[in-house]
């Protein structure tokens, strides 16, 4: 998501003024779309739109109402580690977004394909699960049916909320605490792609926790996981692994190109570390070599470490001087709920 979007999407954002005079005449556009996606929800309710299944194979999608970063990657992988953990043959299926390529993709390495290839996010479970396999590619029924043939009996459909060609067994629902529902209206006049009505269609909603909550319509009857999504470690450049400690009173300059750059500035400033510097891009950006060059002489002029999140050090080229902060998910609340869904 891009620093105009949070700007204009999210109501706790100063800059309300700015927000009323663009938003209001995008109403008659937020009504078309509204209609559009009633009537696809209508036709799949009818079962005008049949969603396939694949014989052997239990399908678990993570997905979420929001354009924008909401957690959902942390999730795919929290939910693998815990099915890996219990045994089962998992598979994660992606779209690779952002990639250049077309086709079906299995991401596996070393060596590993370049993130262009396959996509920031499988890449980046691919290297981290490396129990199960990840595939990529447009048509997610024909993902499916490839991981079965692979012996996978679980398979994580990464962003699935929205798709209807492959029918989930399982819809966990991703929401941020820390955002809701930003200002309650689809798009293109706030985040949503679907009506706050559609949470009552989940089957499991993973709630990432704030320390300052929103307020959001939860549905009655729809199960409730809460979870706290924070830094794990700090991934040096020569391999070393430091406990997040190291950054406090570090000075860093910071690079994120995720939904929501300005949260992985907070996440720096709450460890403690001195942000001397910070640049935000669009979700997904591939980082050309000026630009690297550039936030790496900023580091050095600077005296810090230069800092990024793991999704966007796999798009950074192999030996560059950069620190990746990964992170890890801690479930607070709802436990009991997951080995039922996720397990069958």
């Avoid at 990432?208 to 959001?216: K, N």
């Avoid at 500035?265 to 550039?294: K, Q």
């Avoid at 796999?314 to 801690?330: F, I, K, S, Y």
Wanted: proline share 8%; charged share 25%.
């Amino acid at each position: 998501m891009s620093r105009w979007v949070e700007r204009l999407f999210y109501p706790d954002h100063p800059e309300g003024p700015l927000r009323e005079l663009v938003l209001s005449p995008l109403a008659v556009v937020e009504s078309v779309f509204a209609a559009g996606v009633q009537a696809r929800t209508a036709a799949r309710t009818h079962g005008w739109l049949r969603a396939q299944r694949v014989p052997e194979l239990r399908v678990v999608s993570v997905g979420n109402v929001l354009v924008g970063g909401t957690g959902k990657t942390p999730v795919v992988r929290a939910l693998a580690e815990r099915l890996l953990a219990r045994g089962r043959r998992v598979a994660v299926l992606s779209r690779g977004y952002g990639r250049v390529s077309t086709g079906q993709i299995r991401v596996e390495g070393p060596p590993w394909p370049e993130a262009s290839r396959c996509g920031d996010e499988p890449l980046m479970l691919a290297r981290s699960l490396p129990g199960a396999t990840v595939w990529v590619g447009e048509d997610r029924v024909n993902l499916a049916r490839l991981a079965a043939r692979c012996g996978a009996a679980v398979a994580i459909l990464d962003d699935g909320f929205q798709q209807w060609r492959l029918a989930p067994d399982v819809d966990v629902v991703v929401v941020d605490e820390a955002v809701g529902l930003g200002n309650g209206h689809l798009l293109p006049r706030g985040p949503l792609r679907e009506s706050p009505r559609a949470l009552g269609r989940a089957s499991l909603l993973w709630v990432r926790a704030a320390e300052t909550p929103v307020s959001v319509p939860w549905p009655e009857g729809v199960p409730r996981v809460r979870a706290r999504h924070g830094p794990r470690d700090v991934h040096a450049p020569d391999g070393e692994v430091h406990p997040v400690d190291v950054l406090r009173g570090r000075r860093v300059v910071g690079f994120a190109a995720i939904g929501r750059p300005s949260a992985f500035r907070r996440s720096l400033e709450s460890l403690g570390a001195e942000v001397v510097g910070f640049t935000g891009f669009p979700d997904h950006h591939g980082f050309g070599a000026t630009e690297l060059r550039v936030l790496e002489r900023q580091a050095a002029d600077a005296g810090a470490w230069l800092v990024t999140t793991e999704k966007d050090g796999v798009r950074c080229p192999e030996g560059a001087p950069v620190h990746v902060l990964r992170q890890g998910v801690e479930v607070l609340e709802g436990e009991e709920h997951l080995d039922r869904l996720l397990l069958g």
